[in-house]
Structures are given as C-alpha cells and as structure tokens.
C-alpha cells in the first residue's frame, strides 16, 4: 500500500524552529514531485511548498518563503520541511502529499504544528 | 496566483438527495482540476482529477464536470458517508490552489 508518515509536531513558541519529517513507502519515492499542505483549526486547504523528483526545484506559498525550507532524502524516502521563524498563523496541521499529474495522492495523516507562547 | 472560488460554502441536503458543487477558476486552467472529500479529523481523499476523472475505487456517484472555467462536482444519490467537507483544487500552474471548502451537512 502506498503510505506517508509524518512526524515532528508539536509546540512551539514564537520565533522557534520545528522540523516535520515524513517517510513514504509503497511506491518509487524517487519518482514523484513531493508537497506540504496545511490546515489551521477549522479552516481550509492552504498548500504550502512543493519539491521535485532530485530536489532540483523548489516552490514556497509567499507567507512562507525565506523562513521554511522543504529538502528530501530519495535513499531514506523522507520528505523534510523546516520551519524557522515560526508565527502564530503556522499553527496548523501539515500533510504531507504526493504530487501527481493533475492531483494530489495520497496524504498522509497529519502532524499539528502548534505556535503558542 | 490563480482563485478558486467555491460555492456554496454549505449545503444541508437529505439521504438520497442530489447535491451540486461548484467551482470557478479565475483564469483558464483547461480541465487541470481535482476534488477532494475531507471527513472530520481526516486527511483529504482525492474523488476526481482532470476535471472528470474519477479515482480508482470512488463510487460511480460522485462525477464532475466543466464547462469554461466552472467545475461542478455532482453527488447523486447523497448517502450517509458522503457528509464531508469537499474541496476543489487547481493543478494548472504552481502554487496549486483550493477552494475554500463546501461542507456538505445533514438536513
């Protein structure tokens, strides 16, 4: 079964670092563009940043850029995003997804991120 | 960045009822468009991809539909476990967008 894991959320106060991970399996990691997307409490879908299959491209929502870095390890099939800086609006919880052509699948479960002082 | 504008953001509907949703790009986005269904505490399941496509395994009465830059995802016979929140989803260019959600309820 094609399956994505996410882990390393929590709390944090503001102006701190979280990193999330997120392990895939059940299918050529390698393969396919990546993506973070996430969801505050009671709202919608906000998609936040996308890598390619080598890493070689990168794209970020603008509410992130200079303070968020997502990477990958095709050997290990982790999907990694880094989160500096972190605001009380990151309060969400992030999804990690597969890029398709077209679509996004699967996601994975979810990991609450948590800015609060 | 391209807007997804989606309507309405609630609908109260019965078992058995048909249900409409609709979404409007605003610009071209061809038929680069996908549904998803989100279930409380759940992450989003993909229903339909390039505007029409159902996803391998979705029952046959979800179906969607284009016309210009309007999608309507459609729910024929709205049964019990279809009382989720629905999302549309442009994949025409980076970033990728959603609509704000259209949360289906039981009348």
């Known amino acids: 079964d094609v399956q994505l894991v996410e882990s390393g959320g929590g709390l944090v106060q503001p102006g701190g670092s979280l990193r999330l991970s997120c392990v895939a399996s059940?299918?050529?990691?390698?393969?396919?563009?990546m993506s973070w997307v996430r969801q505050a409490p009671g709202k919608g879908l906000e998609w936040v940043a996308n890598i390619k299959q080598d890493g070689s491209e990168k794209y970020y929502v603008d509410s992130v850029k200079g303070r968020f870095t997502i990477s990958r390890d095709n050997a290990k099939n982790l999907l990694y995003l880094q989160m500096n800086s972190l605001r009380a609006e990151d309060t969400a919880v992030y999804y990690c997804?597969?890029?398709?052509?077209?679509?996004?699948?699967?996601w994975g479960q979810g990991t609450l991120v948590t800015v609060s002082s | 960045d391209i807007q997804m504008t989606q309507s309405p953001s609630s609908v109260s509907a019965s078992v058995g009822d048909r249900v409409t949703i609709t979404c409007r790009a605003s610009?071209?986005?061809?038929?680069?468009l996908a549904w998803y269904q989100q279930k409380p505490g759940k992450a989003p399941k993909l229903l339909i991809y390039a505007a029409s496509s159902l996803q391998s395994g979705v029952p046959s009465r979800f179906s969607g539909s284009a016309s210009g830059t309007d999608f309507t995802l459609t729910i024929s016979s709205l049964q019990p476990e279809d009382f989720a929140t629905y999302y549309c989803q442009q994949a025409k260019s980076f970033p990728w967008t959603f609509g704000q959600g259209t949360k289906v309820e039981i009348k």
């Open positions: 997804a597969r890029l398709m052509v077209g679509k996004i699948d699967p």
């Open positions: 059940g299918f050529t990691f390698s393969s396919y563009w």
């Open positions: 610009q071209g986005i061809s038929s680069w």
